[in-house]
């Protein structure tokens, strides 16, 4: 086999072993578009189809009849025998109430005491993500160059950066830009991440920079990367999206942008990780319909996988509330605008990137990108490498 066909990639199966340790196997997945009316049939139920009457009430904008269908749904609630599918279809018709009565959530994520961030990654959901950067880093952070690592992700714990500091970065420039939502009621956790970084780099002997900079929405996002500039040309600059670039498309333009700058600076590679999902269609019904499937298979993945009642909580929130934006909110205000690989990859390579061409050299054992992290075969999330591409080639359209 010459490479991989247009929906062919790897997929990642999951084991939890003794003390949270994980083992990855590769196999291959087959997937493309979603059918709606695969979809609609894979899901009915009484309960389920009387949910989706009620959103496609709503979208037609017939309000009388959705609040009749919606009360309806509290009577078929008690036969419903699925525990995740009650669940999920009651934020569902939430976020359908949140809708039609223009009430949403302020915060895009839970916020959390900071005592939780620092003494658990309560948010990482993907838990191979810090694996991947070991990998890279071991594979380019091996000279004596400066390196810059520009990070989008939310604001947890030092754990991964800890990681690159001591095995990669000893006598040498590293600077950190960290652009990303703070999950917290108050910044403690970043000044207590702030100084502990900062004195293991004093105590490594690094030319060490540290920049945090709070982006909770995708404006903050685009004009905190338009102000990012190379302080050297021998500069190896990383970058890396953990669930953060999706939210650029609710501004026209935005995203292309913020590309255009990243190679600008002269990036590496980009290490993007995203959810393997569309809710981003121009049309309600389809988006909705679409996000419950996706968002009933999250849950009852989680509820199979997580053994932490604390962190099991934490993720419900997390999801409760993209699900209501995803429904309930409109314009700009819609940031959960998730896409597929595919969707990604015709969008990415429009912007002047490429998958990363030495990724089987540098993963020759476990990781080949894209990586998906499946549930009962179907992607619920993935991990991509891309690298820009040369001027020249792009000119000639390789």
């Not at 008690?78 to 809708?99: C, G």
């Not at 939502?181 to 490594?204: S, V």
Request: neutral net charge; hydrophobic residues 40%.
């Amino acid at each position: 086999m010459g490479g991989l066909m247009d929906h062919e990639y790897f997929v990642i199966s999951y084991q939890r072993k003794k003390r949270d340790h994980h083992v990855f196997c590769l196999s291959i997945h087959m997937t493309g578009p979603p059918d709606l009316n695969l979809v609609l049939t894979e899901m009915s139920s009484p309960l389920v189809n009387k949910l989706m009457a009620c959103a496609k009430a709503v979208a037609g904008g017939n309000l009388k009849l959705a609040d009749v269908l919606y009360e309806e749904m509290e009577g078929l609630t008690a036969e419903e025998t699925s525990e995740v599918t009650k669940k999920v279809v009651s934020y569902f018709a939430e976020a359908l109430a949140r809708r039609v009565h223009g009430v949403y959530p302020r915060n895009p994520f839970p916020l959390l005491p900071s005592s939780i961030v620092n003494t658990q990654r309560s948010l990482r959901y993907f838990e191979f993500i810090p694996a991947t950067i070991d990998y890279l880093a071991a594979a380019y952070f091996s000279g004596k160059q400066p390196v810059h690592f520009i990070d989008f992700s939310i604001m947890l714990g030092s754990r991964e950066y800890d990681s690159l500091l001591r095995k990669f970065l000893p006598n040498r420039v590293f600077r950190l830009t960290n652009i990303g939502p703070n999950p917290c009621k108050d910044n403690n956790h970043i000044q207590e991440r702030q100084r502990k970084l900062t004195e293991l780099a004093r105590q490594l002997n690094i030319d060490f920079q540290l920049k945090q900079l709070e982006a909770s929405i995708p404006a903050d996002i685009e004009e905190c990367v338009l102000k990012l500039e190379s302080t050297s040309e021998d500069e190896i600059v990383i970058v890396r999206w953990e669930f953060e670039l999706h939210k650029l498309l609710a501004i026209e333009g935005a995203i292309e942008r913020v590309l255009s700058k990243l190679k600008e600076l002269k990036s590496k590679f980009m290490l993007i990780n995203e959810q393997e999902a569309d809710h981003n269609s121009p049309d309600f019904f389809d988006r909705f319909a679409l996000s419950f499937q996706y968002y009933s298979r999250v849950f009852n993945h989680f509820n199979c996988v997580s053994g932490e009642t604390e962190r099991e909580e934490i993720l419900e929130r997390h999801w409760r509330r993209q699900i209501s934006n995803v429904v309930a909110c409109k314009g700009i205000d819609r940031v959960e605008r998730h896409q597929t690989f595919d969707q990604w990859k015709e969008r990415l390579r429009g912007a002047g990137f490429r998958p990363f061409q030495n990724a089987s050299r540098l993963f020759k054992t476990i990781c080949k990108f894209p990586m998906f992290y499946p549930f009962h075969g179907h992607p619920l999330f993935f991990a991509s490498l891309w690298e820009p591409i040369d001027p020249t080639e792009f000119s000639r359209g390789k």
